[in-house]
């Protein structure tokens, strides 16, 4: 399984980008996803989640009601649309699936993640 994050990019305080995860080697859409985060000379932290059936979605408190996470299945995506985007958001933004299937509730964990992509840089001006 591979999984690639794309969409970043130099954006001004206050813009808007969306970032999207393409899986590759593997059509499963019984596990949930996520996206996380890691700012230079910090901790990966958890952004957001979506359940397996897309119907339950999770939200770092810094990212509520700012960012939306989606996903198709057919498609075989992830996207994360980001707005309102502050210089805090700055960081390498990563995609990963959650290694349990059928989670109706999505975790905020980094263990309960595996399979992660390489990353795309997110860098927001002031």
């Known amino acids: 399984v591979q999984l690639q994050a794309s969409g970043g990019g130099l954006v001004q305080a206050g813009g808007s980008l969306r970032l999207s995860c393409t899986v590759s080697?593997?059509?499963?859409?019984?596990?949930?996803m996520g996206w996380f985060r890691q700012a230079r000379g910090k901790e990966r932290e958890f952004v957001a989640g979506i359940s397996w059936t897309g119907r339950s979605t999770y939200y770092a408190d810094s990212v509520k009601g700012r960012f939306t996470i989606s996903k198709d299945n057919a498609k075989n995506t992830l996207s994360l649309q980001m707005n309102s985007l502050k210089p805090e958001d700055t960081a390498v933004y990563y995609c990963?699936?959650?290694?349990?299937?059928?989670?109706?509730?999505?975790?905020?964990?980094?263990?309960?993640?595996?399979?992660w992509g390489q990353g795309t840089q997110v860098t927001v001006s002031s």
């Open positions: 990963a699936w959650d290694t349990v299937a059928f989670r109706n509730i999505p975790t905020m964990s980094k263990v309960d993640y595996g399979s």
């Open positions: 080697g593997r059509s499963d859409s019984r596990y949930g």
